[in-house]
């Protein structure tokens, strides 16, 4: 597997950049990998970088986008934060990574059985985790508000905290598209994809939405 070229990157679609992930997921999830010299990597990239995609995810440690993707060195953006959540912080990566590096792809990658997901459903204050949930809790709302959950002490089901999970990702890529008008345009203009996705940690898929 070759290393990301500014060449390569150039001749790239967003298109191409979302087939790529999907098929290095395909092969970590069937326990396969492809064939890279990291060594190599570490040398190539240490003249520059040129990754095709910027993927934003939980800090789990099940989930480490280079491997649920299987990509090497030099091939993506990692930014990795409890629950997912969008800051301006985040929302400057992905603008660095896009407008600046050149990457043609911004996934939003949520997961089953989520720790913070769980913890603001469950109401958990503790700290700056207060201020870190507060961000997920818009997504609790849509949820509870669907089933009919009336109290703000309602502690939701199992089964309704992955849909929180879902609704957190889709509501993640509205603010993308509100907040950021770098990503907004460059996604109008099809320099990009923006997208998101679930991956299960109980088989290795990644799930992406429909767009």
Known sequence: ???????????????????ML????????????????????VLETSKGQFPFAVILSCIDSRVPAELVFDQGIGDIFSVRVAGNIINE????SME?????AGSKIVVVMGHTKCGAV??????IELGNVTSLLSKIKPAVDVIKKSQGFLGVDDVI????????????????????R??????????KRGEIEIVGALYDVSNGLVEFFER
């Open 118 to 123: 769980t913890a603001a459903c469950e109401n």
């Open 96 to 100: 660095y990574a896009c407008k600046v």
């Open 22 to 41: 999907v098929e290095g997921n395909g092969r970590f999830a069937q326990n396969l990998k492809a064939q890279r010299n990291l060594k190599e990597q």
């Open 157 to 176: 089901n199992e089964h309704s905290i992955e849909e929180v999970a879902v609704q957190n990702v889709r509501l993640s890529i509205e603010r993308i």
């Open 1 to 19: 597997m070759r290393t990301q070229t500014k060449i390569i990157q150039e001749n790239l679609t967003a298109e191409d950049a979302h087939k």
């Open 178 to 187: 509100k907040e950021s008008p770098i990503l907004s345009e460059m996604e």
């Open 89 to 92: 912080d985040v929302l400057g």
